[in-house]
């Protein structure tokens, strides 16, 4: 009997932390098990799962005191991916297998009570926080090589049941290697092109300007104008996903589970569309213990549509704020405070008023029927949304003839030039987009001249924009002058900004 220990990782949000599992096997005492360390109800059930496995593969528990403790302890440990770990470090600590192999070797799984190896959430952000932390050996499930291929750096092996770790550890028998990654990145396919939509120049020509800067957009209009599909089409304008983006978008899907079916790293940006009955939770996270991610974190990097926004209700639209700001989402629990990213671009859409015909001089709602309806769209929220377009009513002529539309492919060409000019104007300040440009920055080393602004600066002297909105005029006039070819925004560029801010369009 002795003192042995092995590695495993705890999820903290997005962010994994090493954690050591000791097992202290004594051979006085009274047959007992005790597991240290903040360990949540699904971790302290741990101890009869891996006592079960244990025994169902013909090995003998000890029949004394069993201590296990995770360290650091002031780290809370929720899920079941421990099991695996504790398992060894008790086997290693009652002497049965050897404890060379364990030193260096993280292990991640639940174990079923007849020792097979289940897959446990959240293995890509613990490989990768187990690299960053000097560790190059992994053992887990074999359902989740393919998971684990997205990590580099790692000797990552795969096993279906405890009876095979055991075998490797006393040098008995291989286990599954990771494959190589698939190296070949399927061409990703919009969910829309923009060729099917008709008519609609001016949110054509937003569209195409948020996707250039990374703005976030308001479209309101009557039903079946083409909100909705205008709203797919933006996937089709962004660049696809690489390096630490990817990654980002990639761990955020395995931590909520999305991973199983799908072990792919993500390249496309991702759409993510919740109905308009969305609880808050559901939108920026939740969930009792470690809160898991909502749909703003699941559309990090990508688009977030919130369809007849208006519908929403104002709690759930103001939940957005800080995350439109700051580009994550804080959630404090029980367990912890943790963080998600949500860095996105979001699209709201929404009818003018509760009846919603076709022609607006149809409506039948009262003035302040409409001003409670779009009230529920807030000053601080509209604020933040650089673009505000009106649709209009699609037009028989619009519908079956005219200029054929542009196709998506057309448009993401202009966009990735813009893209590309805005990119090699802030690449030295580690910016990407003209939307991450901080105001004073802007207003201070990029400064147009007064004869530039001076609509603009009309507007923020009479009160019809604030400083925030002004800053986001600029960020747009810079996006429109890339999309040009300009070398900086003139005085059409920020008259075009501003017109786009009108809260005649809401």
Known sequence: ??????????????????VEVEADVRGGGLPSVQLLGLPDSALQESKNRVRSAIENCREQWPATCVTLALSPAAVPKTGT??????????LAGAEHVPPQRLAGTVLFGELALDGRIRHADGLLPALVAAREAGVRCAVVPAAGLAEAALVEGMDVRGAEH???VIAWLRDLAELERCPAPNQQVPPSVPPADLADVRGQPEARFALEVAAAGGHHLLMVGPPGTGKSM???????LLPELTGQDALEATTIRSVAGDLRSDPELVRTPPFVAPHASASVPALIGGGSGMAKPGAISRAHRGVLLLDEACELGTQRLEALRTALEEGEIRLARRDGTLRY???FQLVLATNPCPCAPAREIDCQCPPQARRRYLGKLSGPLLDRVDLRVHMRPITAFALRGGAEPETTAAVRERVARARIAAAARWSEHGWRTNTEVPG?????????????T????????????????????????????????ADRPDREHVATALDYRDRRAV
């Open 440 to 452: 004073p920055v802007l207003r201070r080393d990029f400064a147009l001249p007064p004869r530039e």
């Open 230 to 236: 205008l709203a797919k089409c933006l996937c089709g």
């Open 341 to 343: 990213p949500a860095r």
């Open 1 to 18: 009997m002795a003192l042995r220990k092995t590695w495993a990782v705890a999820l903290v949000g997005v962010d994994g932390v090493l």
């Open 454 to 485: 001076a609509l603009l600066d009309r507007a923020l002297e009479s009160g019809a924009v604030t400083a925030r909105g002004a800053d986001r005029c600029l960020r747009v006039a810079w996006t429109l002058a890339d999309l040009a070819g």
């Open 162 to 164: 405890l009876s095979d």
């Open 81 to 90: 991916s421990f099991d695996l770990a504790l398992a060894c470090a008790v």
